[in-house]
């Protein structure tokens, strides 16, 4: 999963790995229940459809106060050395991690595969991204973009948020990251792939090095690696 592309054995060495699985998801579940994009699915018949549970779950406040509470559990654990804290994170996670870390202070902050804008900014960007590639016609795209336009629309009425319990997730996670970022004092560390439509505005961030508390973050950029790191042919790096 989430972890299959790090060096898990040698980061055992130094650090404690924990791992908090999303709102109302098992931490490790059958591969059959996974969706294309390895999203847990309780009904296989229903690929694309996530329980009811965790869609009112599923908003950025609620993860940030589950962390907060693994945190609290870890600090009264006597394995635990609590001068040194690392949060790391991959994708959406990294929304939640951002705003973790502004209140917790971690020593270090690695976001792998971040967005540094609102996620609606990313979905209508992805459609064009693809058709560019040529995995979807111009025709999708459009559609697509309309779609999340919408969306966009949706999540400024309550009254329509309230009503649809999925668009909780949209109007929490629409909140532009880097303005987290400018706030850290943590040591910042970003990745990304340049074959990632979902952080290739990752190349933007030296713009506002001077909106930086301490300082621009540490950015790595892998060529024509995509989101999840992989090239093009499947390979890991």
Known sequence: GGLSNFDLQNIKEDFHIVVISPPTVPLMVDVLHLSKELQYVPDINEPRQPSVEYQHADYLENYVSRANEVLGFLKKEPWIDTTYLVVAAHSQGTRVASRFSLINKPDIVALFSPNPLSRITEMIRTPFFK???GTIS???????V???TNINKWIKNEEIV?????LKAWKSFSVNPIEDWFQLRSKLYIAYGT???SADLCSIIPLYEDEFTHGIPTIVKYNDLEHNFFSRNNTAH
Request: zero cysteines; aromatic letters at 14%.
């Open 162 to 166: 309230k009503s649809n319990p999925s």
């Open 138 to 144: 111009w025709e999708e795209a459009e559609k697509e």
């Open 146 to 148: 309309e779609y999340f």
């Open 195 to 197: 074959d990632d439509a």
């Open 131 to 133: 058709a560019k590639q």
